[in-house]
Every structure is written in structure tokens, then in C-alpha cells.
């Protein structure tokens, strides 16, 4: 997580204020109790700049700290694509309990579905309960709409693949008559068991 953190604080840079950004920085590579707490300070406080936010959530999710778990969750359906990818970093490594519920509602929310692809991504790694469902739910749904999101297609196909449950043949089978998906459905096809 060190590469991740590294990259999240080069990329906020630019935007941040200087003495703040040094002091939640040096803040996040302590990881004593206390700093952990003003990083959670942060979180609640109003009129924080995303920057300064994503830097303490990131911080305390990776640390396995929940209290950064609903502003770790308001960032994986944010619409920059680099802001969801850490947020799904950060929730992975936390592993709250109720974090696949959150993805998975974040990735069937059909007036989201730009916004869904970190979600997806963050379900197949979950492995949980909900992640076979809502990735058949929301390909399902891709298929029979115009299929503007090859992206997120091709997320669900290959964790349909990486999951290998039997229950996402028939979808799968559908993804593969599309031309685009065909390569991605059909080596997934192949990782099911059976």
C-alpha cells in the first residue's frame, strides 16, 4: 500500500495547502493511535477539501481503521476515475463487514452506471456473498441496454471469470455472442468449473 499511498499524495499535491498536506501526511505514516484519531477528526470535520479527506480516509482505511469506511465508500462513487480506484484500494484492505452491500448497491444504482466500474472491480476481490449476483445483475442489465459501458461489461465478465461460479453461465454465454466481449467471456467460460 506504500506505492498507492505514495501515488494518492502525489496526485492531491498540487491542489493542497502546503502546511495541511505535510501535517495529515506525516499524520497517515505514523499510524500511532492518536494520529489515527486526528485523522478521523478530519473525516467529520465540515468544510474539509476533498484532498485533505481522501488523504485521512486512505490513511485509515488501509490502517483497517472503519471509521473511514463512509467517506472511503462517498469516494468509490465519485467521478473521478483515480479518487474511486484508491477508495477501492483502501476499502479492500479494510474489510468491513459492510462494504460488498455498499458496492454492490453503488453498482446496480442504474442512474450511476458511468461510476460503476470500482465498484465491480472492488466486488470480484471481495469475494463475498453478494459479489456473483450483482455482477450477473449488472452485465445482465449491460446487455440488454445499448452497451455504452464496455468497460464495466468487460469488469463484470472477467470477475464473473475470477469468481467461477456456475451461476453466471447463462450470462456469460449472452456476453459471448457480443463481439467486443467475446474473448473476455469465453476465457471466462473456460475458468468455470464444469
Given at each position: ?17 502546503p ?17 489515527r ?36 465508500v ?15 484500494q ?46 450477473i ?58
Amino acid at each position: 500500500m506504500a506505492d498507492a499511498f505514495r501515488t494518492l499524495i502525489d496526485r492531491v499535491r498540487p491542489e493542497a495547502e502546503p502546511v495541511e498536506y505535510a501535517r495529515l501526511v506525516t499524520l497517515a505514516r505514523q499510524r500511532s493511535t492518536e494520529a489515527r484519531d486526528q485523522l478521523a477528526a478530519v473525516l467529520v470535520e465540515s468544510e474539509r477539501p476533498l484532498w485533505a479527506r481522501e488523504i485521512a480516509a486512505f490513511a485509515l482505511g488501509s490502517a483497517g481503521d472503519r471509521r473511514a469506511f463512509e467517506t472511503l465508500v462517498f469516494m468509490l462513487n465519485y467521478r473521478d476515475p483515480v479518487c474511486c480506484a484508491s477508495a477501492a484500494q483502501a476499502l479492500e484492505r479494510l474489510r468491513d463487514p459492510r462494504t460488498a452491500k455498499a458496492a454492490a448497491a453503488l453498482a446496480t444504482n442504474e442512474l450511476r452506471t458511468a461510476y460503476a466500474l470500482y465498484p465491480v472491480r472492488l466486488l470480484t476481490a471481495l469475494r463475498a456473498p453478494e459479489s456473483v449476483p450483482t455482477l450477473i445483475n449488472v452485465l445482465q442489465r449491460l446487455l440488454i441496454g445499448p452497451l455504452h459501458y464496455w468497460p464495466i461489461a468487460e469488469a463484470c465478465v472477467v470477475g464473473l471469470g475470477a469468481l467461477g461460479d456456475k451461476r453466471a453461465i447463462p450470462v456469460l454465454d449472452a456476453a459471448a455472442r457480443h463481439h467486443r466481449l467475446s474473448p473476455y467471456a469465453k476465457a471466462a467460460l473456460a475458468r468455470l468449473p464444469g
